[in-house]
Structure formats: structure tokens, C-alpha cells
């Protein structure tokens, strides 16, 4: 499959891959302090992910993936969710998106080949800057509210 029918699969089953991994993370011993995430939360930012994967793929806007993933990372600090577990949470949602690319792949020409090639170094890159952002959104996040707190005592 060439690249962008490869992405053009993905945003088309962007909500029954947000819904499956919302039954991954649901259901993983690795991320328990989740469940202080609301689960309309925790979909709308999965989805939306799957959804402009594409966008964020084709056009590499780092500063739009840059802001996504600070924000996401600040928010899970605010819930208490450790950062070990936001960063399996990203691994989860790239394993996702993976089981689901190798399931619908079926070519086996070199052209083809060379497009699931080129899409898989291309998430592997995504989902490693979105590790980094939500790491620093999450640090930031979490001095910041160190800082309220002694405040608050002093």
C-alpha cells in the first residue's frame, strides 16, 4: 500500500482504533493510575491522534505535535498519573496502530513494500518525539505544581 493510502486507512478507522486501545489501556496492569483519566478524555485525545495522524505524518508540523504533547503531558500530571505510565500509554497506542497496519496489509510489491517501509520509520519518529513532549510537558507540569504547593504551606 503507498503511504498515503496507508494513512488514508488509519484516519478512516481512527474511532475503532481509539476504541480499541481505550479496551488495551482499560485492561493493562502497566497503567493503572489511568483510571483517574476521564474516559471521554483519554478518547478525544485518542482519536484525535489516529484522526490527523496523517497531518501530523505528511506535513511533520513539529511545533503543532510539540504543543499536543506538552499539553497531554501536563494534563496526566494534574490527574497523578506517573509518567512511566503516559509513556506506556504512547506505546500502547503505537502498538495499536501497528497490530492494526500489519492486519490490513496484504501487498507483498516491492513499491508497496517500500511505502509500509517508509510509514513505520516515519511512526516510530512520531511516537518518539511524542514520548520527549509529553516527558517535558509532564516535568513541567509537575514543578510547577511543587511550587504552588510550597507556596501554599509557606
Avoid at 60 to 86: C, H, M, N, T, W
Avoid at 130 to 148: L, Q, T
Wanted: proline share 3%; glycine share 4%; aromatic share 10%.
Amino acid at each position: 500500500m503507498t503511504l498515503y493510502r496507508l494513512v488514508r486507512l488509519i484516519e478512516t478507522h481512527s474511532e475503532a482504533l481509539a476504541a480499541c486501545l481505550l479496551d488495551r489501556v482499560e485492561n493493562s496492569k502497566a497503567v493503572p493510575d489511568y483510571e483517574r483519566v476521564p474516559t471521554e478524555d483519554l478518547k478525544e485525545r485518542v482519536y484525535e491522534i489516529y484522526r490527523h495522524l496523517g497531518d501530523w505524518l505528511m506535513t511533520k508540523d513539529e511545533g503543532e505535535l510539540q504543543q499536543r504533547y506538552l499539553r497531554i503531558g501536563a494534563r496526566r500530571a494534574k490527574q497523578d498519573v506517573p509518567f512511566s505510565q503516559v509513556a506506556w500509554a504512547i506505546v500502547l497506542t503505537k502498538g495499536n496502530l501497528l497490530e492494526f497496519l500489519k492486519k490490513e496489509s496484504t501487498e507483498d510489491r516491492p513499491v508497496e513494500i517500500y511505502g509500509e517501509f517508509e510509514m513505520f520509520q516515519m511512526l516510530d519518529h512520531f511516537f518518539d518525539r511524542a514520548v520527549y513532549y509529553a516527558a517535558i510537558g509532564h516535568e513541567k507540569a509537575r514543578a510547577e505544581m511543587e511550587i504552588e504547593s510550597a507556596r501554599a504551606t509557606a
